[in-house]
């Protein structure tokens, strides 16, 4: 007696299982963060980020253009903002000299067909380190969301083909498309951070922009008054169809490894494309065992980002694109 069926006759060859395999990566995957400080020739490491930098504006387009000569076409922007320029409603957010509009502009003209993404939230601009204004111990929503309507303008204004709200107010899409409608951004789009989780994954990044929530009398310790509880699954549904009803073009699920159940669903439930944020917590983790050599750094990488693309990702922002895209090539 013989099995009639032999599952491993498909992986005896490496080519046969290249031919069978079905998740692949590509360039076109991805989304790049970059961090961008004020300065001239500033290219500083992040601690707990090895081997990431935050750039100045003349290093930033010198990064950007050696992307695009990766095949790496997109990019999402974050600014590291002065101490002095912050307030608790993000005043600096507005000026359109400030740094993320001079960014949006520096990008462009390095590599005019580079698809520019911008993070709007308040947190870097707030001198309490939240995504929104801070009132007797709250997070004002709707004033908030006003905000950063203004400020998805402002962006759109200096370049921005996409703008990338990770604050999670509530209406805060709506409040942005009007808006850009109203002012004749038709074409710029929303990327939607519809599912984002009170994470302690983001540690990393708020040491790379210095927006951690400060600890102070009246000022919420944590984000998760606004960011979703990691417990909820039905919650991302939810969140999710209403920022696309609102108008999101893309929409988010972050982190990543944690969250590729909710990635599936999510997938599983709409017909935008899906993108997913491998974070500052989880690009850390990695690098740490590495450097220890309790893990191989380049088959874990991939090995992640092939699972969040197997999950549902069609883009997946990761601090690890440029090292996916030279081990693919
Ligand atoms: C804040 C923001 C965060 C990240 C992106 N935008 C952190 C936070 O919510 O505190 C995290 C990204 C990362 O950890 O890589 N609006």
Redesign the pocket.
């Known amino acids: 007696m013989y099995p009639l069926r032999r599952n491993r006759r498909l992986r005896t060859t490496e080519t046969l299982r290249n031919l069978v395999r079905e998740t692949t990566l590509s360039p076109n995957d991805f989304l790049v963060?970059l961090f961008v400080v004020e300065g001239k020739g500033v290219k500083e490491e992040i601690a707990s980020m090895p081997n990431y930098y935050r750039y100045s504006l003349d290093l930033l387009a010198k990064e950007v253009k050696e992307l695009w000569s990766l095949g790496l076409k997109s990019v999402l922007l974050?600014v590291k903002v002065p101490e002095n320029l912050k307030d608790n409603s993000g005043t600096e957010a507005l000026n359109a000299e400030g740094l993320m509009q001079r960014a949006i502009k520096t990008v462009k003209d390095a590599v005019p067909d580079m698809l520019v993404m911008t993070?709007v939230?308040l947190?870097?601009y707030s001198i309490f380190g939240h995504?929104g204004i801070v009132s007797e111990g709250k997070i004002l929503n709707d004033d908030s969301s006003a905000i950063l309507a203004e400020m998805a303008l402002s962006h759109a204004k200096a370049g921005a083909d996409f703008v990338a709200p990770?604050?999670m107010m509530d209406g805060r899409i709506f409040e942005m498309r009007t808006l850009l409608e109203d002012e004749g951004f038709h074409d710029t789009g929303i990327m939607s951070?519809s599912a984002?989780y009170a994470?302690a994954?983001?540690?990393?990044?708020?040491d790379a922009l210095d927006?951690?929530p400060v600890d102070k009398k009246d000022v919420p310790k944590n984000?998760s008054s606004y960011?979703m509880d990691y417990a909820n699954r039905e919650e991302a549904i939810k969140e999710t169809l209403m920022d696309i009803e609102e108008g999101a073009d893309i929409v988010m699920v972050?982190?990543g490894l944690c969250y590729l159940d909710i990635v599936r669903d999510i997938r599983n439930t709409v017909n935008v494309p899906v993108a997913v944020?491998q974070?500052?917590?989880e690009?850390a983790m990695i690098k740490a065992a590495a450097e220890k050599g309790w893990l191989d750094h380049d088959a874990v990488v991939l090995e992640q980002i092939t699972a969040i693309k197997r999950a549902g990702a069609q883009i997946i922002a990761s601090?690890f694109a440029k090292d996916v895209v030279k081990l693919l090539s």
């Open positions: 963060p974050f993070d939230a947190d870097p995504d990770s604050d951070y984002k994470s994954f983001y540690g990393p990044f708020r927006s951690a984000k960011q972050k982190p944020y974070v500052s917590g690009y601090y």
